[in-house]
């Protein structure tokens, strides 16, 4: 799987958990729902940066 493909895949799973908990759980809460997307977002950088730096 080349470098291109796995950045793509990796960020749309990362929208999909987004959108998926924000319609789900987090509909009328805007503060939680910031903070947990910002986490989320958090997440995925370090594991992406900790990847890169692998391979």
């Not at 470098?3 to 509909?27: E, P």
Request: proline share 0%; charged share 10%.
């Amino acid at each position: 799987m080349s470098h291109t493909t796995a950045v793509v895949i990796g960020l749309v799973l990362m929208v999909a958990l987004i959108v998926g908990l924000d319609v789900t759980f987090l509909r009328h809460h805007f503060g939680l729902r910031l903070a947990v997307n910002v986490l989320i977002v958090a997440v995925f950088a370090i594991i992406y940066l900790a990847l890169r730096h692998r391979s």
